[in-house]
């Protein structure tokens, strides 16, 4: 979709700016923005694949990644490419909030100046072009701008120095539980990862912690919790393949039922 | 310089992807490529502010900050406009590889694919639609793209897990003394921050720290490091308004003499 960025205007070194390019399209087991976590870090089970194939004509994908493998964790700066609307606000409403108001550049809300996100993921492995990632927070497609390696020295404060945050960034966690039928159908889908009839990334073990990973972290928008509140509401997630009925009621999450996206017959209970 | 980066082609929700534009241009105590350190964590004392000034029309940049305070890191993802060559390349030769080669997305090399830089810096203060920082590693005049918090559960691996880097890029520091003379200048030059006569952002103790950090990292680029070797060789540095000559020499730095680089009776000298 995303074929290309310019930094146009201004000058650099005298010279127009270069254009910029995505270096990849990440595919990752999130296909809506509902349920795909807010950050990497929490779901740290969700995977990833990163191909990069749309580097400048000469440079060799595989050259570039050299050395990468030496690194436990990656930085993804990446586009918001699904943002509805421009970012021309001083203030936002991140749902932690719950309505309230603060500086965008006190959050990292998408509705930005410059729609740029950064995620701290992990680094499974490379295949050939392909970075093989965990704990993402990526929807599948997601136009992927800058990666590099991830340097405690550089990347996080000093040991022993002091850090703050908001009170309001890292609330606690609803506990997440499958009713009997949910587990039975995960058990039926996905019998094991080498096994599996999908061409999903996620095997029975990795789709559940990844399910309750996400809806831990209660993943309803603003809008949705304000018209929801409390009271049972239904929530339908669509996670590597699978569609998922959860409610959430007295915040705690319950996952009702769960059918392959693409069975009609299981799909259309969900 | 950089008036604005358009991020074009594609599509945003089938419109046009937004205008993008720098939100501010840093003006920090480095004003040359040479010395400013290679990462904002190895000069702690550097200062710098960033005034936010150049946002979209008709949004407060002091709204847009409004929150911020409650954080002591931050993020800034800027962009190399320094870089005097587009970036198409495989592979680079960061300095600390000392002319090894390795995959660019193996390194923070500002000459990348898209050539866009994410430090790590501590939050000093806000004043208005100006926020104060200390720990940068960019060149005055640097375009900043974006500012986010810090927040330690997003961006740092879970407490208790493996963390690997490549086992290059954390070298020793070099040891760094002054000469009584470069001392004695140094005093004469800043009294006092309350008094100093320049529109520095330093006073005498932190430009000594910020420049006995900076050369500790040994600032010199390949080419240098290569062509001098080890062998007493000068170097001339530019630190807030300051000239200072130091050497090079067994794996340790020598500040011999400064003088503030307006002050051309000081400076022939230097």
Redesign the interface.
């Known amino acids: 979709?995303?074929?290309?960025?310019?930094?146009?205007?201004?000058?650099?070194?005298g010279a127009p700016?270069?254009t910029?390019?995505p270096?990849g399209t990440i595919e990752t087991c999130f296909t809506e923005k509902f349920a795909t976590p807010r950050?990497?870090?929490?779901v740290?089970d969700a995977l990833a694949r990163l191909k990069l194939d749309t580097?400048?004509d000469?440079?060799?994908?595989?050259?570039?990644?050299?050395?990468?493998e030496?690194?436990?964790?990656v930085?993804l700066?990446w586009?918001a490419?699904?943002?509805?609307h421009?970012?021309?606000?001083?203030?936002v409403q991140a749902p932690h909030l719950r309505g309230g108001r603060?500086?965008?550049?006190?959050?990292?809300s998408p509705f930005?100046?410059?729609?740029?996100g950064?995620?701290?993921v992990?680094l499974r492995g490379i295949q050939g072009d392909t970075v093989l990632l965990s704990g993402v927070d990526l929807v599948s497609g997601t136009?992927v701008?800058?990666?590099?390696?991830?340097?405690?020295?550089?990347?996080?404060?000093?040991p022993g120095?002091?850090?703050?945050?908001?009170?309001w960034?890292?609330p606690p966690t609803l506990p997440v539980r499958f009713t009997p039928e949910a587990t039975a159908a995960l058990e039926r889908l996905r019998p094991a990862a080498s096994k599996s009839h999908t061409p999903g990334l996620l095997d029975a073990a990795s789709l559940r912690s990844t399910l309750e990973q996400s809806l831990a972290a209660d993943p309803r928008p603003l809008y949705r919790w304000r018209r929801d509140g409390g009271d049972g509401a239904e929530y339908s997630v669509r996670v590597d393949g699978v569609r998922v009925l959860a409610t959430i009621c007295d915040a705690a999450v319950t996952v009702q039922r769960l059918g392959m996206d693409d069975e009609d017959c299981d799909t259309t209970s969900v």
């Not at 000469?58 to 990468?68: C, F, P, S």
């Not at 490419?81 to 509805?84: S, V």
């Not at 421009?86 to 203030?91: I, S, T, V």
């Not at 701008?145 to 000093?158: C, G, S, T, V, W």
């Open positions: 979709m995303l074929s290309c960025l310019v930094l146009t205007a201004g000058c650099w070194q700016w270069p910029l390019r270096i950050q990497g870090a929490v740290p580097l400048e000469g440079v060799d994908a595989r050259a570039a990644l050299d050395g990468l030496a690194y436990s964790h930085w700066v586009a490419h699904l943002n509805g421009a970012a021309a606000r001083a203030k603060t500086g965008v550049f006190a959050t990292r930005r100046q410059n729609p740029l950064l995620s701290l992990q136009p701008i800058d990666l590099k390696p991830y340097i405690p020295a550089y990347d996080a404060p000093a120095s002091t850090c703050r945050t908001a009170d960034v890292d």
